[in-house]
């Protein structure tokens, strides 16, 4: 089981920028695929970004393409998602997720997933 913990989430304004992390334990995290999902009041949970393992691609939800950018540090074994051009409807509570089941899951579908954060909120205001 990997452990996985969120952080920077807060309040910043229309327009503004936020990096959230994700620190992780387990010395093979660098193999898993990575992803964040975030889940609004009254919404599903829903993709954001992903990445692979290292070497590996970087997925984005056609919402946030552009805007934000997902990485990772091995050696830190921490996720990060950069968050540019915030809109108010980028609030939600973010979460990190880690190894998925299958080398066949999809990396968009939350349910595929092992390890999950327990998330940290951002809100974006007007």
């Known amino acids: 089981q990997v452990q996985l913990v969120e952080s920077g989430g807060g309040l910043v304004q229309a327009g503004g920028s936020l990096r959230i992390s994700c620190d992780t334990s387990?010395?093979?995290?660098?193999?898993?695929?990575m992803g964040w999902f975030r889940q609004a009041p009254g919404k599903e949970r829903e993709f954001v970004a992903a990445?692979?393992?290292?070497?590996?691609?970087?997925y984005y939800a056609d919402s946030v393409k552009g805007r934000f950018t997902i990485s990772r540090d091995n050696a830190k074994r921490t996720l990060y998602l950069q968050m540019n051009s915030l809109k108010p409807e980028d609030t939600a509570v973010y979460s990190c997720?880690?190894?998925?089941?299958?080398?066949?899951?999809?990396?968009?579908?939350?349910?595929?997933?092992?390890?999950w954060g327990q998330g940290t909120q951002v809100t974006v205001s007007l």
């Open positions: 997720a880690a190894r998925l089941r299958n080398s066949w899951s999809s990396y968009m579908n939350p349910v595929a997933y092992l390890d």
């Open positions: 387990g010395s093979l995290v660098s193999m898993y695929t």
């Open positions: 990445v692979k393992s290292s070497g590996g691609g970087t």
